[in-house]
């Protein structure tokens, strides 16, 4: 099982980034996918998740609106659309897999990728 996440960067405040997760070794409908994000100095927080069974989400009330997860089965591939970027978005992105039933919390998930560097300047 892998996942890899890409697409972070550089942005200034109000602009916008795609975080792509590619995953692989299971299938899609196996698990739900979300994204994490750790802060410097603080722990692990869950932004957004997306169901691979009926394509239900989750958003974090500090991205509602401004954060959009989406799939593209095909691909393999789970998005993160953020727009009106804060500084206070700035972290390192991680996306990961847990099987249905379980939380969505750091301490649940069953595979981690790699992180992916976000820093919004004011």
């Known amino acids: 099982v892998q996942l890899q996440a890409s697409g972070g960067g550089l942005v200034q405040a109000g602009g916008s980034l795609r975080l792509s997760c590619v995953f692989s070794?299971?299938?899609?409908?196996?698990?739900?996918i979300g994204w994490f994000r750790q802060a410097p100095g603080k722990g692990r927080e869950g932004v957004s998740a997306?169901?691979?069974?009926?394509?239900?989400?989750y958003y974090a009330d500090s991205v509602k609106g401004r954060f959009t997860i989406s799939s593209d089965n095909a691909k393999n591939t789970v998005y993160l659309q953020m727009n009106s970027l804060k500084v206070e978005d700035t972290a390192v992105y991680y996306c990961?897999?847990?099987?249905?039933?379980?939380?969505?919390?750091?301490?649940?998930?069953?595979?981690w990728g790699k992180g992916t560097q976000v820093t919004v300047s004011s």
């Open positions: 070794g299971f299938g899609f409908h196996e698990y739900h």
């Open positions: 997306i169901s691979g069974s009926d394509g239900s989400t």
């Open positions: 990961a897999a847990v099987t249905p039933g379980r939380y969505f919390r750091e301490s649940d998930m069953n595979y």
